[in-house]
Structures are given as C-alpha cells and as structure tokens.
C-alpha cells in the first residue's frame, strides 16, 4: 500500500523536495542506459540529485563524465566472488583504484557513464548494488565486522542485518526520505557499530522477562556529524532480535513523514530528534510499533575504536581471523584481489571491510596462519602497522570530491609517515583528516582531527590549510573534539604535528591515552602549546 507524501502540499519545499514529488529517486536506473548511449551532455543538470540513488557523484572536474560510485556491502560481510568482482570493476572500470568507505563500502573512482550499465550489470550477478548507496533513503548498514566470529558478541546480528537490508533495500515507501538515513546493528560490546553517530542504531543489551535473560538490543536514535554533530540519544526500549525490523521501520516511517524538508541543512533525522526531544520521539515510535519492554541492561563494555589488527581467535575452535591496515583506506585492485585469493586459500573465501578502512580475512584454521602471513602482501600491508599510520583515517578530499577544499588521503598518508619516523610512542593516536564540514572522515571522534579549509595569504592567494581539534571519543556516551584556533599552511601542518605529538610524548604518563592526556591538561594549556609551535615554525620559515 503506497503511503501519503503528507509534506507534499508544503509550499516552502526546498528544490530537491519539489523534484522529488515528481519521480523517485529509484527511478534513475532507467534512464542511465539513455545517458550511457547519448553521452554525459544528455544529463539535465537537474537529474545529477538522482544519480545518487545510484550511488553515483559526478567527478570532479565536472564536465569529464566521470563519476565517483559507491557499492554497499552490508556491515562489510562480502563472500569470495563478490570480493573478486570488487576487483575486476577496479581493474577494468575505475584505473586499478579501490577505498574502503568508513561505512564499510567499496568506493570508486573515474568510472565512465558509457561504461555504467556493463559495471551495473556486472556488480548485480555477484548480489551487489550501487542502488541507495548514496541520495535520500536508507544507506549501507554498519556494524559488527566479526559478526557471527566474534567470542565477545551478545549474538550473531547477520540475520537481522539481513533482515533490515532486504526489507529497506530498493522500498518505494522508503526512497523518498528527506536526507540520508544511515543504521548501526552491532552486538560487539565494544562499540564497532560507532552507535553514537548514527540516525538509528541498536547496541547489545539484556533484560530479564518472566524469569529468562533474553538477549537483544538497546535503541539509540538521532546521531550524526557534519557542521552541527550530535551524539545519539538512547530510548527507553528493549528490542528483542525478531523485533529489529520493525522499529527500523518505525524509526524510518517517523523521519519520513516529520523530517525537515525545507532546508536541506536541517533534513537529517537528529535535528528532529533534538527539537522533539527523546520522550515524545519514543511515544511516536510506539504508537507505531505498539507496546515494547522498557530498557534492560547495557551489554556495551567500551569503544575499540573499531580496529581488529593482528591474529585473533574466532569463536569456533581452531579458527582465526586477521586484521590487515590498509592505510587510509586505498588500495589497488590488483592487491585487493590478491588478498581474496589468499583468504579463499587459507579460509573460505570471505572477506570482511571495517569502519576504519581497512580489511580482514576470516574463517583461517590455527595451523594455517604463519603460512598465511608468509605471503609478501602482508609486506605491504601490515597486520601490525606502525602507531600513526595505523590509526589514521582520511576521507575522499579533493582529488574527486565535489565538496571538499584540501586534499586529504595523501596528505594522511605523507603526516603518518612522517610521524612513524619521528615520534615514537607507547599508545595509538587516531587522527582523522577530512576535506570539508562534511565529515565523511568522522574527524569529531578522533583524538586529533584535521579538517580543511582554504586561507588568502598576504599575497591574496586562497591556498590549503587545516585546523586541529582535539580529545574525540565514543567511550561512555561520546565526546565530540574541541577546536583549536588556528589556521595551518598544508606546507607546515607535518612539522606542526610531529612538533605537537612530540609535546604529548614529552609530558604524557606511563600507557596515557590522548584523550585522557587532553583531559589532564586543558584545552586551553594544548591551544598555548599549538599557538608555541606556531610562532616558532613561522618565525623559522619567515
């Protein structure tokens, strides 16, 4: 039964809104195979909105008919033949070029619109699609990486991943959101779902009924980053697993009938939330849903920041997983099939993406693994990566983001190494760089952000700088980082950062983390360290 656009007589529609009364966004997947014949000029200006329903952003420059695409894979779970085909569109379609997203999805790059219907056709005989990885509808679900593996988890999510993807997945009733709607399943108490920075998440939880301890889910709902961030807000709820679907739908079926559409700033799911407030938000989602159990017990231990590197036992005996760095989440096609041959070899095939861009082989029998790691892609690609350059994050920036002000992934990568080489340390330090407000890169949870911005110097030439925020966290809730004030040249920020690290190394205690280091001393007394390093950097290039 088709619901009602109840928004559809609102005359202060914004012009995405308007267009989308029109023709869903689903649609667009019939009109490509007319744009691939006729050439990118054919494309009205005003369908580039619906490309994205195909998981596609036209490249920047925009005038090459080029495009960025996107392919979920749902909490990153991908079987051997799906790994393959990843590689075969690399090769063939996007110049040998693969990143993993930080919502676990395959992203590419310079794929031509000719060329659309083929990798279409290619990513749908393996059970893939670009379809809702991007536009206004439910995106790729995140979660437990080591669903199903994992001897920490409260239980296997991957059917009730399944469950929700498939019931979200290409729904006319829900392609008409009025932004992205982005989920978390995760049982893992750890916190590798990222809860607090999703529209909808659902985390482990128990609770005693009638005299049993079930196992199911806590709901938090209306989290989300970009220029205004905010953490999700938990529900007084208990889910049980056959339940997941339809809160999800109930969540959905809220956001789509009272989100915001008049301006597209204000669309995302935690601007209702917060105007709302979490009590009349969760009488909505009942009246939906009818009566649901009160909450139970928090299975939620802490937050592992979602990195598994290393050798690791599963939870079937005599099994192991290993987590592989793929440093800020590029790789080629050629490596990346290199790595699904070796995890069809020595496990079964499968493959697993994580939030944190990098990669991991499941499903490896114990006596198999020292052969396994043998092999000289683990050279490359190190099991156990260097402190910096292990826990950094980048996102796409301005090499092909329409969006972005600075390039970031080599910029990350050229800062990591720098400070592998310079700063040795006895704690991870999770940097996080991204190209604009957007945040794609998730720079607000990071123990130390870099977002870009452009700056005019004395000459009056815009050129790329950065600023810092520091002390980012998703333990116990979640801490956005705090600015410092400052705007950094591209051409000082290594210098400014190895000067910085080198600072906490100085004066940090014994296994200290950056978060409580930051903590301990203040923003204010870090802002006086950076504004130091600052001067004296300047004065040293003046």
Not at 245 to 269: M, Q
Not at 375 to 392: L, N, Q, V
Request: aromatic content about 10%; charged content about 25%.
């Amino acid at each position: 039964m088709a619901y009602e656009k109840v928004w559809a007589n609102n005359e202060r529609l914004n012009k995405n809104e308007r267009n989308k009364l029109k023709k869903d966004g689903l649609t667009i997947f019939d009109d490509i195979p007319r744009y691939a014949k006729l050439g990118f000029e054919s494309i009205p200006k005003d369908q580039y909105m619906y490309l994205k329903y195909a998981g596609l952003t036209v490249q920047q420059p925009q005038d090459k008919g080029l495009f960025m695409m996107r392919v979920k894979v749902p909490t990153g779970i991908m079987n051997y033949e799906q790994a393959v085909t990843f590689a075969e569109v690399g090769r063939t379609y996007a110049r040998n070029i693969l990143d993993i997203t930080t919502r676990q999805a395959i992203q590419y790059h310079w794929v031509e619109l000719e060329k659309l219907p083929e990798v279409f056709e290619t990513l749908n005989k393996v059970g893939l699609t670009t379809s809702e990885a991007e536009g206004d509808d439910p995106r790729n679900i995140t979660g437990n990486p080591l669903a199903g593996i994992d001897p920490d988890e409260l239980f296997d999510t991957r059917p009730v991943v399944d469950e929700v993807y498939r019931f979200f997945q290409d729904n006319p009733d829900f392609s008409n959101l009025p932004r992205k709607f982005k989920i978390s399943i995760s049982t893992n108490p750890y916190n590798a779902g990222q809860a607090e920075v999703d529209c909808l998440a659902f985390v482990p939880a128990t609770k005693v009924i009638d005299g049993e301890k079930i196992k199911g889910f806590h709901v938090k709902v209306g989290g989300g980053l970009a220029a205004k961030p905010y953490l999700a807000e938990k529900l007084d709820l208990f889910v049980r697993p056959e339940k997941t679907k339809a809160v999800a739908e109930a969540v959905a079926i809220i956001y789509r009938d009272y989100g915001y559409r008049k301006s597209r700033a204000r669309a995302r799911l935690k601007y209702l939330v917060a105007d709302w407030g979490i009590e009349k938000f969760q009488e909505k989602l009942l009246e939906i849903t009818g009566p649901l159990p009160s909450a139970g017990h928090d299975e939620t231990k802490g937050w592992n920041g979602g990195y598994f590197y290393g050798v690791h036992p599963q939870k079937q005996p005599g099994l192991s997983y290993v987590g592989i760095n793929i440093p800020v989440g590029r790789i080629k096609a050629d490596d990346f099939y290199e790595i699904a041959r070796l995890a069809k070899q020595y496990g079964t095939g499968e493959l697993r993406t994580l939030a944190t861009q990098n990669l991991l082989i499941p499903h490896v029998p114990n006596e198999k693994v020292d052969e396994l790691l043998a092999h000289d892609i683990f050279k490359k690609f190190s099991i156990r990566p260097p402190r910096f350059m292990g826990y950094a994050m980048a996102c796409t920036g301005n090499e092909f983001c329409n969006l972005a002000l600075t390039n970031t992934k080599d910029r990350m990568r050229e800062i990591a190494q720098l400070l592998d080489k310079e700063v040795a340390i006895d704690v991870p330090v999770r940097i996080n760089m991204v190209g604009c407000t957007n945040s794609c890169g998730q720079r607000h949870i990071a123990d130390i952000g870099l977002q870009g911005v452009k700056v005019r110097t004395k000459e009056k030439k815009m050129i790329e700088a950065y600023e810092i925020f520091i002390g980012g966290t998703l333990t116990d809730g979640g801490h956005f980082n705090e600015r410092l004030k400052g705007r950094i040249p591209a051409g000082l920020l290594p210098e400014v950062m190895k000067a910085f690290l080198l600072y906490f190394k100085d004066h940090k205690k014994k296994g200290e983390t950056f978060f409580a280091f930051k903590n301990r001393l203040g923003t204010q007394n870090l802002q006086e360290v950076l504004d130091g390093i600052l001067n004296d950097l300047t004065e040293s290039v003046g």
